[in-house]
């Protein structure tokens, strides 16, 4: 090893899906909406005119934080936005998980919690969910340095109710609890109305699954006054003009539309429990989704061989090869005609083996 790689910062970095881009694939791997953005936001994008790149875009995001202050019945005091909710989360990761104890999260979660905990030497303790993958409230009852749950999780769909959330705030006044709502428009319920309770609740979500907009970049955390003005210290002090023109533009443009996002989410939901009606009659199992993807496994058949399968005919899934969870594939919800296109391989799959 050179000298000066003794002070490198050395990472495991986050394996973001693979982005395949080929003509006629169906790709439901990474959880994108397979709807567009809502209409006014193609309009918005039009009409931007390049002479206004000249000029820094608004440091305080004031059109997109009071947009979603409205939509949300908050004040913009209490909603501080970021590149995605990654941004989000990193930022709160960076700002409350200071105590150097451990914080926690759940041992199957979204993969990127443990990869910024290393990236900010935060310690953590990995929570085992139960056999059904549901969160085992106690466990969260002990000292900790703050909690990060994904409601609904992620990979496995499965959502908590409110009244869990509840518990785990009430016996964690001390430490900051992160609610990450990824995907919290296809079901679950959200933990929104419970932050003029708890002064230690961050709720996070993202543009990125209900709202079309995983490109744009736009991520979302609501919170009390004082937690949200701890999170623009910090980030005022890394990189003020994180949200770009067009973001802060087409974001709130989307925001605005709650029609179009009802009927949208509407109909993913929809698909979904079509979905899971028909991989059940193909002898898949998967715990109950709550989110935009369903979380499977057969009792017949190797994941990793069936993703391979599936890659072949230009159907791409995820795959984690992980414990747990390494003979579970994790398919997004797409539309109607490329569900169909799926369940038509399966069914002719799981034909061949039967
Ligand atoms: C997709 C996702 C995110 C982040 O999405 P962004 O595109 O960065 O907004 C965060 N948490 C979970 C659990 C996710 O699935």
Known sequence: MLKWEQNVRKVVPYVPGEQPNEPGMIKLNTNENPYPPAPGVERA?????A???????DPTASVLVQALADRNGVKPEQVFVGVGSDDVLAM????????????????ITYSFYDVWADLFRIPYACQPLDENFQIRREDYFRENGGIVLANPNAPTGVAESLDGIRQILDQNPDVIVIVDEA????????AL?????????????????????????????????KLIRYLNDVKYSFNSYTMDLTALTLGAEAVKDEAY????????IATRERVKGELQKL???FPDSQSNFIFVTHPDLEARELFEALRERRIYVRYFPKPRIDNYLRISIGTDAEMDALLAFLREYTGKRG
């Open 92 to 107: 709160a990761f960076l700002t409350f998980f200071n105590s150097g104890k451990p914080i926690f999260f759940p041992d």
């Open 283 to 285: 002898g898949f199992r």
């Open 51 to 57: 002479d206004r790149l000249r000029l820094y875009p």
């Open 183 to 190: 995907y919290i428009d296809f079901g679950g319920t959200s």
């Open 45 to 49: 994008l039009r009409e931007l005119s």
């Open 261 to 268: 996002f009802q009927e949208t989410t509407a109909k993913i």
């Open 193 to 225: 109305p419970l932050i003029p309770e708890y002064d230690n609740l961050l709720v996070v979500q993202t543009f990125s699954k209900s709202r079309s907009m995983a490109g744009m970049r736009i991520g979302a955390a609501f919170g009390q006054l």
